[in-house]
């Protein structure tokens, strides 16, 4: 179940920038390179993700898997957060960076990735009809780098944020109904950031929306 869930997201943006070279850039060079780009590293992504599915066991040692190296987190969520602009182009979603520059970090970049993915992927699900998403990168005051994503969504109680971050649990039943999804995505997160010695907060107000933050360790 895990591993479908880290399948879908490179699945969704293969099929979209293939559509849209089909339907919009075909004829346009620079376009056309630039989504066929999206297609390259996507497909990357996922032989990543099927070599983790070919050794169980690196998945099973957890902090023994990590590949750790430094690299700049600023550039690594430009770039994650410029896959998502299909979504702009075709369904008229908003996202909002404030991204400090040079902020370099030392964890497994592929494992990173995966959190980014999930949380903006998890603020596009539930973000509200405005179609915003916040997305920030900040080097806090000890070095740690900060990251966060917030909608504009339904929000959550305490109650419904305090059994979030378990595996296939979503706010409610009616939630799972309207958004879909397994509930997996926070669950993949907190573990990503634990192996990294980050941590996870997560703030929310029902009716207002959400943000959920990580922190990592200083390169």
Do not use: W
Not at 29 to 41: A, G, L, S
Not at 125 to 135: A, S
Not at 144 to 168: P, W
Request: proline share 2%.
């Amino acid at each position: 179940a895990n591993v479908s869930h880290d399948f879908k997201t490179p699945l969704t943006m293969i099929k979209a920038y293939a559509s849209m070279i089909q339907e919009i850039s075909g004829n346009n060079p620079e376009k056309r390179t630039k989504h066929t780009q999206v297609i390259i590293d996507e497909a990357d992504r996922l032989t990543s993700l099927v070599n983790d599915v070919l050794d169980l066991s690196k998945i099973r040692s957890g902090i023994n898997a990590l590949k750790i190296e430094a690299f700049d987190l600023s550039e690594y969520t430009f770039d994650v957060l410029e896959k998502f602009e299909y979504l702009s182009e075709t369904q008229g979603y908003r996202f909002v960076a404030d991204i400090e520059k040079d902020i370099y970090t030392e964890a497994d970049p592929l494992k990173i990735g995966e959190v980014l993915y999930n949380l903006i992927g998890n603020a596009v699900n539930y973000t509200g009809e405005d179609k915003l998403v916040r997305v920030e990168l900040k080097r806090q005051g000890d070095g740690t780098a900060r990251f966060s994503v917030s909608d504009t969504g339904i929000g959550m109680t305490s109650e419904q944020i305090g059994n979030l971050f378990e595996s296939f649990t979503q706010a409610d039943n009616s939630t799972t109904r309207r958004y879909g999804g397994t509930g997996l995505g926070l669950s993949i997160v907190k573990h990503a950031v634990q192996y990294h010695h980050g941590t996870v907060e997560l703030h929310s107000e029902e009716g207002k929306g959400t943000t959920i933050c990580i922190l990592l360790p200083k390169e």
